[in-house]
């Protein structure tokens, strides 16, 4: 119960940091410092997310190994409608953010099981 807790959380967080930060970064930065805020987002901010994701789902790995799939899956049309790009222009960062979750997921589950046999 705790687990689908917290990912109900992150996937929250996801909803918050795709479609409502991009938002408020269109609404009231300058278009100057718009550029440099949005690549903050998508190369600092969303991998970190991507990151806690996978740290967070390693305990329950087996039956949650479908959640990075979906939290990067969000930022497509999240990001998208916020910022008024076009999806051809971001698939990539979703697959990338994707395999940056799955590989946290995979190395939290890895050093888990290691630590427990080691006990």
Known sequence: MR???VVAGMLAAAG???G????????FVPNDAGMAVSILLLYVLYPALSIALGVVIAQALCSLWWV??????LFLPL???AMGASVGDLW???VGYAAVGYVAAVTGFALMR???AAS
């Open 3 to 5: 687990t689908s807790c």
């Open 114 to 116: 290691d630590k427990h």
């Open 68 to 73: 990075p799939g979906v939290f990067a899956g």
């Open 79 to 81: 990001f998208c409608f």
């Open 16 to 18: 918050v940091a795709y």
């Open 92 to 94: 990539l960062y979703a």
């Open 20 to 27: 409502i930060a991009p938002a408020l970064v269109v609404a």
